[in-house]
């Protein structure tokens, strides 16, 4: 069946550094990808999307870009601040049954000032 | 325009009682979605309802749980005699029409963490 599989965490960076988290997918056809955030004692809010291959997200400074011929959708930003600390999750949502959102683990990201 | 609402947030309960966790769909919305989060692991799908009507149920356990979306009031996980694999954290979402692709996409509460003693 489909499924995600993300970097394990938890990530830490220092304020403005780089940061990538990786995610890869198994799924037939063409999956649409996501990866949502959660704050604590937040619920998961969607931080960007994509449709198809070569399709990039973006949002709040934030990028995925859907590559097909690596099955992958890593996250990344060019410099990360302390207010990004928070959960990342990323999640496909297959071809059948298309409302069942399929997740990764998660990855929790502490950025320390 | 208020979020998804869960209720409680928190949850404790001792083997044997009944859970009821409680999700309010953003106003609009019509069409609810339960996941399951089991400690250091993804959320897992278990039921997606319409306003009166279970369309797929296929990730609930077969034993002990039950949902339901009234046609006045929130949708109600329903977990009878609670045991110690139970403690998890419960998200509901919810959609105006059904979810699929980058249209219509889910929105998430901020989930109610149930403990069983």
């Known amino acids: 069946g489909d499924s995600v599989t993300q970097m394990e965490g938890p990530v830490t960076l220092s304020e403005e550094a780089f940061l990538t988290i990786n995610c890869t997918y198994t799924?037939?056809?063409?999956?649409?990808l996501f990866w949502y955030v959660q704050y604590p004692g937040e619920g998961l809010q969607l931080l960007l999307k994509?449709?198809?291959?070569?399709d990039k997200g973006s949002n709040k400074g934030f990028e995925a870009t859907y590559r097909k011929e690596t099955t992958s959708f890593h996250l990344e930003k060019g410099s990360v601040q302390v207010s990004d600390s928070a959960v990342y999750f990323c999640?496909?949502?297959?071809?059948?049954?298309?409302?069942?959102?399929?997740f990764g683990s998660g990855t929790r990201l502490l950025v320390r000032p | 325009n208020a979020g998804v609402m869960q209720n409680p947030r928190h949850l404790v309960r001792r083997r044997g009682q009944e859970a009821r966790l409680r999700c309010s769909p953003m106003?609009?919305?019509?069409?609810v979605y339960w996941y399951r989060q089991l400690p250091e692991e993804g959320l897992k799908f278990m039921v997606y309802?319409?306003?009166?009507?279970?369309?797929?149920e296929s990730g609930m356990p077969k034993e002990r749980f039950s949902a339901e979306f009234p046609k006045e009031g929130p949708s109600i996980l329903r977990i009878q005699q609670v045991v110690r694999g139970d403690s998890a954290a419960y998200f509901c979402?919810?959609?105006?029409?059904?979810?699929?692709?980058?249209?219509?996409?889910?929105?998430f509460g901020a989930g109610t963490r149930l403990s069983v003693l």
């Open positions: 999640a496909l949502s297959g071809m059948d049954s298309s409302y069942k959102l399929i």
């Open positions: 994509a449709t198809k291959a070569d």
């Open positions: 106003k609009g919305h019509s069409h």
């Open positions: 309802l319409q306003k009166e009507n279970i369309i797929d």
């Open positions: 799924a037939t056809g063409y999956p649409s």
């Open positions: 979402a919810s959609s105006p029409l059904r979810a699929g692709g980058t249209k219509n996409i889910q929105y």
